[in-house]
């Protein structure tokens, strides 16, 4: 994952292509990356010897080959998604920027499911098959939803981990495990169980 600010901006990188985001002059403004426009810029080979293997992020002076646009910010955890990728006809590269707006949209406040429309071709419906979120496809409408977190999965094994360093402090390991499971575990629990409700109240789930 190629993620970084720079001069304002989100950059993404995919082989040939840098993936900007529109400038942010404040974080008051950061509601600007769901309404305006992100350019995806070709990336400028280097001149001299080791021009084939090499490229650079300079791209002021390039012009954008193609762009896309979030419809506003989220309504009901849900934004919606245009693109004009016609220029694009790597489907790898189209995969991964594919895959790094999703990835940037799920991490954002309250954001839980992209909608965008794609063209009934093979190329497409790679796309589609190569993203692993929980997915649907209606007629050319395709709706990706984020994933739910494994906190407690993930506090379980630090459960364990410390458990075992306790264990061994204090000479009894059943004990120890036994500790790191239940103050862990619950975490965990607890952790993913905010996360649901709250996903759920944004959704209208409840």
């Not at 989100?10 to 985001?21: A, D, G, M």
């Not at 400028?44 to 002021?60: H, I, R, V």
């Not at 949209?105 to 796309?127: G, H, I, M």
């Not at 965990?188 to 209208?204: A, C, L, M, P, Q």
Request: contains cysteine; charged residues 25%.
């Amino acid at each position: 994952m190629k993620e970084k600010i720079k001069e304002n901006r989100v950059i993404f990188k995919t082989k040939n292509y840098l993936i900007k985001s529109p400038e942010i002059t404040s974080t008051a403004d950061s509601g600007s990356l769901f309404t305006l426009p992100w350019n995806i810029y070709p990336l400028k080979k280097k001149a001299g010897k080791n021009a084939t293997d090499s490229t650079t992020e300079n791209s002021n002076d390039t012009q954008a080959i193609a762009s896309f646009n979030f419809e506003g910010n989220q309504d009901c955890g849900l934004v919606k998604l245009t693109f004009n990728f016609n220029e694009i006809s790597d489907t790898g590269e189209l995969e991964l920027i594919f895959y790094y707006i999703c990835h940037w949209a799920f991490s954002q406040k309250d954001v839980y499911s992209l909608q965008t429309k794609f063209p009934k071709n093979k190329q497409y419906q790679q796309v589609f098959d190569y993203l692993s979120y929980k997915k649907e496809n209606i007629d050319g409408t395709v709706t990706f939803r984020a994933d739910y977190p494994i906190n407690t999965i993930i506090f379980l094994f630090i459960g364990m981990v410390m458990g075992l360093v306790f264990g061994i402090m204090f000479s009894n390991i059943k004990a120890g495990l036994a500790f790191g499971f239940v103050i862990f575990g619950s975490i965990g629990i607890v952790k993913d169980s905010n996360y649901k409700r709250t996903r759920n109240f944004i959704e209208k789930r409840d």
